[in-house]
């Protein structure tokens, strides 16, 4: 498999931001939520060791900052996940079954398409209250639906193939044929729209999180922190410019990893 140009710089973009994400924030005498009393909404510099500056509380922009990318990536990783377990075999099944079980089997699909989104997160954060697992569960309930629809499509066109039949003449159990042809066959169109699923999640978790639905203070997440910085903007712009610079790098950078994955894997692409 060989990636374009844009793809492996992407890849290398990605990787730089998760490595400093992670190792960043020892090389900084801040914790993310520790105060600096004598330096509120402090500009950039190397002044106290605020090299992203302050917000309004004190509290390191560069420590924050890194961490709300790691809960960000954390939480669309992980209902990237659900969407693979519960999508590639929910769609799966429903496209090798075909007939009635596929039409009520994506009928509840649609069901679930129709519900107000924002509704069911408010519902699961009055009872389960604002913390990065809620924003997952909220992601993740919803995150399967389009993976599932993905992978049905894709199944239909397989259960037609040869090998197929040829494995259901020759008596192979329904759950073997699902494990052992189909799944296998559709790894690259569900590792393309993996990588470009995520992107989005991040996103979705950054607009909750903004909405004030999202991942609560003293948590940092992406969301959250541009919330702060659109507050701020005009006497303190690098609360809002320093997490956006990240959101748009970091969302930029798994788009084009995943338009080169889909160029050298999407056989459609070809």
């Not at 900052?65 to 939480?75: C, D, K, Q």
């Not at 919330?227 to 084009?256: K, R």
Request: charged content about 15%.
């Amino acid at each position: 498999m060989k990636l374009g140009i844009s793809a492996r710089a992407g890849l290398g973009i990605l990787a730089l931001t998760v490595l400093l994400a992670i190792v960043g924030p020892f090389f900084s005498p801040w914790h993310v939520e520790q105060l600096d009393w004598a330096r509120m909404a402090a500009a950039p510099g190397l002044a106290g060791g605020h090299f992203f500056g302050t917000d309004r509380l004190g509290r390191d922009l560069f420590v924050r900052t890194l961490a709300g990318v790691r809960v960000s990536l954390s939480i669309a990783g992980l209902a990237t996940l659900v969407s693979l377990v519960v999508g590639v075999g929910y769609g799966a099944l429903a496209g090798y079954a075909g007939g009635r079980v596929d039409a009520l089997m994506m009928r509840l699909v649609d069901v679930l398409y129709s519900l107000p989104y924002v509704f069911f997160v408010i519902l699961l954060t009055v009872v389960l209250g604002r913390q990065p697992t809620t924003v997952f569960l909220a992601i993740g309930a919803v995150g399967w639906l389009t993976m599932a629809r993905v992978v049905r499509a894709e199944t239909l066109r397989l259960r037609s193939l040869e090998f197929i039949e040829a494995a259901v003449a020759a008596g192979v159990p329904t759950p073997a044929i699902l494990w052992r042809h189909v799944v296998p066959n559709l790894a690259g169109v569900v590792l393309v729209y993996a990588t470009l699923t995520i992107p989005g999640l991040i996103l979705l978790e950054s607009f909750l999180s903004f909405l004030g639905l999202g991942v609560a203070e003293p948590a940092a997440s992406l969301g959250n922190l541009l919330a702060q910085g659109a507050q701020e903007m005009e006497s303190a712009p690098w609360m809002l410019l320093v997490p956006c610079v990240f959101l748009v790098t970091t969302v930029l950078a798994l788009g084009f990893v995943g338009e080169g994955l889909r160029d050298a894997l999407d056989p459609h692409e070809r």
